[in-house]
C-alpha cells in the first residue's frame, strides 16, 4: 500500500474534491465542488448534458487544471498516478478498432500508454505473459465466448464489455468509465452494472460512472454525484436525489417520485443552457 503503486492508505478518500472550481476558456463549468470517495465505492455522476460531468473525470485524470481549490487522486495530485486508472473515454473512436480482435482491444489496457483505441504493437514475449490475465478478465466480463472474433462485428453490449476488459486489465485502484452505459439496451445496462459492482466489491476498486438515468444503477450504487447549474451534490443516493435537494441544486422546483418498485423519477430537471450562467437563467424552461 504505497503511494508509487496508487492505493491509498485505509480510510483515506480515493477522489478528493475540496472547494474546486473549473473554468474552460472564460466559463466557469462548475464551482465550489466538494467530493470525497473511499475505496471500494461505486459513485455515479449525474446531470444534464453540458453540466460538466466530463469534465470532472478530465480534473481527475489530471487533463485539465482547477482554477481553485484542491483535488488528490489516490493520495496524489491529478495525472500522478494515471496507471493506477482504468478509464473509458466518452467518445471513443470505435472505427479504428473494427477489425482488431476483442482479446487485442483488452490487452490494449495493459500497455497502459493509451486510453482508448490506439494501435496495438505488442512483441511476442510480452504478449505470451500477458495472456493469462487477458482470459482471467475475459472470464470477469464474460467475454471468452467472441473474444477471439473482430471487434467491429460484434454488438454493443459485447463491445462494452470488452472495453470494460480493457478498463480493469491492469488491476487499477480506480475506474473511470464515462458512459458505459449510453447506446445499451436495459439488459446489457443492468450486466454491465453488475459486472462494475463485481469488479469493486471483490477487488476493491472504486469507479466513477458517469450516467443519465440513475435507476439502472440503483441496486448497485453507493454514492452519488449530482453535477447541475455550475454547482454539485454529492452523498447516497436517497440523500442526493430528493425534492427539497435537487430543486435547491437547480435553483427551480424539481420534483423527485418514488415508483412503487423503487425506481426514481425526476421531473422537471432542465437541460444545462451553453452558456452557464445564473440559477435564475433557468427560470420558466421546462
Ligand atoms: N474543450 C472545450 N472547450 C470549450 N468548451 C468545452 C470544452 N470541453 C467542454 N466544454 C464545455 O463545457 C461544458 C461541460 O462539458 P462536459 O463536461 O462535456 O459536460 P457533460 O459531460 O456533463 O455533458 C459544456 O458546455 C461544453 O460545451
Ligand atoms: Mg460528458
Not at 465550489?32 to 460531468?53: H, M, Q, R
Not at 473525470?57 to 487544471?65: I, P, T
Not at 452519488?224 to 454539485?232: E, F, L, M, P, S
Request: net charge neutral; hydrophobic share 45%.
Amino acid at each position: 500500500m504505497t503511494a508509487e503503486s496508487g492505493r491509498v492508505p485505509p480510510g483515506a478518500p480515493v477522489v478528493e474534491l475540496r472547494d474546486a472550481t473549473v473554468r474552460v476558456g472564460r466559463r466557469v463549468i462548475w464551482s465550489d465542488v466538494s467530493v470525497a470517495i473511499a475505496p471500494g465505492e461505486f459513485t455515479a455522476i449525474l446531470g444534464p448534458n453540458g453540466a460538466g460531468k466530463s469534465t470532472l473525470l478530465k480534473v481527475l485524470l489530471g487533463m485539465l487544471a482547477l482554477e481553485s481549490g484542491s483535488a488528490r487522486v489516490l493520495g496524489a495530485a491529478p495525472g500522478v498516478h494515471r496507471d493506477a486508472i482504468g478509464y473509458l473515454p466518452q467518445h471513443r473512436d470505435l472505427a479504428a478498432a473494427g477489425r482488431i480482435q476483442g482479446r487485442e482491444i483488452v490487452r490494449l489496457g495493459l500497455t497502459g500508454a493509451h486510453w482508448g483505441i490506439p494501435v496495438p504493437i505488442v512483441g511476442r514475449r510480452r504478449r505470451r505473459d500477458e495472456s493469462g490475465r487477458i482470459d482471467e478478465v475475459l472470464d470477469l466480463v464474460d467475454a471468452r465466448a467472441y473474444a477471439d472474433r473482430p471487434f467491429g462485428e460484434l454488438s454493443g453490449g459485447e463491445q462494452q464489455r470488452l472495453l470494460i476488459a480493457q478498463a480493469v486489465v491492469r488491476h487499477p485502484a480506480l475506474l473511470i468509465l464515462d458512459e458505459p452505459l449510453d447506446s445499451l439496451d436495459l439488459p446489457n445496462q443492468a450486466a454491465v452494472v453488475r459486472l462494475i459492482r463485481e469488479v469493486c466489491s471483490a477487488q476493491n476498486v472504486a469507479a466513477l460512472l458517469v450516467a443519465h438515468d440513475v435507476n439502472p444503477l440503483l441496486p448497485a450504487l453507493d454514492h452519488v454525484v449530482y453535477v447541475a447549474n455550475g454547482r454539485a451534490s454529492q452523498g447516497p443516493v436517497r440523500e442526493v436525489i430528493t425534492t427539497a435537494n435537487l430543486s435547491d441544486l437547480f435553483g427551480v422546483p424539481i420534483e423527485v417520485l418514488s415508483t412503487s418498485d423503487g425506481r426514481l423519477v425526476v421531473v422537471g430537471q432542465p437541460e444545462a443552457p451553453h452558456h452557464h450562467g445564473h440559477r435564475h437563467e433557468y427560470q420558466g424552461r421546462e
